[in-house]
């Protein structure tokens, strides 16, 4: 009697995902391959590593198991991901993206409308009467989760609206990782990632990885990666395959640290909005309860009513937060968001945070003496 092997579950695969590589040995973990070039006539048919790398493929493999997808590339940076994502549109050709997209995002499709090279339009893609300014865009492009007011656009209904219109849909999927949501399974055609975020997980490296479903697309990704030379460091993936062997554990507390946050900021002096996904008040609140599983992130954003002098002041007075820019990883940073370019637009004293895994009532108190120097929070 033959029975059905159980799919296993995504916290499984990330830890055994990897490490059935190395049969041969035993090793427990997988070979980290830093040469640069291989011997004519190997079984890999591997040539050279600026086309392809062993440590890599187990890194596009494990990330493309984890999306559904059909395949991966990794890349140098989240941002080499995205520039070669852009290039799979025409000369010309139009995206129509997000208005709370990454600032990295917005500049470089800022950059090349400047220069001719593409058209952006920018949407709020939380609205339903977005979904009808697709018009004749080649491409969508949107994230999991807007930064850093957590939006939540409806994937499944802009992945039709984009088909519909003969358009690709792109989902930068950082913020939630495959964990949380799996915009391929909604009907996105590409997922991308910036591995220096959550997948790595411990602020050491910086990689980029874009999955999809469409091979055709995939191959195109690959050769503009051995063309551009945008691939990733070997160190830097084997790097991003440790740290994604306890994403499940880290994300899960992350999650419930931001979650309990959220809860105890809510409504204390001088919190103007606790702006989380996981909070009734949040305007996407019920999509996000459909579209997310297990959590609903480890950021969350924190509108004070004080002015931004007063709002960085808080940002350096923690002990234990750090004052930093970037998300994902074990330590909990915070920052104001409105001290950079682009970001301009968002209140004075909006601050992003992101939840490490450290003692959350450790984190509370933290947060709370530096928030009442300034009369606001828990503490005040
Ligand atoms: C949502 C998102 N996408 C892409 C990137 C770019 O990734 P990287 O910094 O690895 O180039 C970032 C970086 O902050 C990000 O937050």
Redesign the pocket.
Known sequence: MTSERPQLSRETLLVHGSSRSDQRTGALVPPLVLSATYAHGNQEKLAYSRDRNPTWELLEAAVAQLEGAAGAVAFA???AG?SAALELLPMGGEVVVAQDA?T??RDLLSHLSSTGRLRARRVDATAPAALEEIGGAEMVWL?SMG?PLLSVPDLRAWAAAAHRRGAILLV?N??ATPLLCRPLELGADLVAH?A??HLGGHSDL???VVAGQDPELISRLRQHRTRQGGCPGQMEAWLALRGMRTLAVRLSRQCQTADFLARELTGTPRVKEVHYPGLATHPQHRLAEEQLEGGFGALLALELEVEAEAAERVCTSTRIWTNAT??GSVESLLERRGRWAGEEYLPPGLLRLSCGIENREDLLEDLGRALAQVGAGPLA
């Open positions: 940076s989240g941002m995205i990454y990295g995002t994230e930064n930068d950082t913020l910036s220096s975020k910086m990689l980029g970037s998300l």
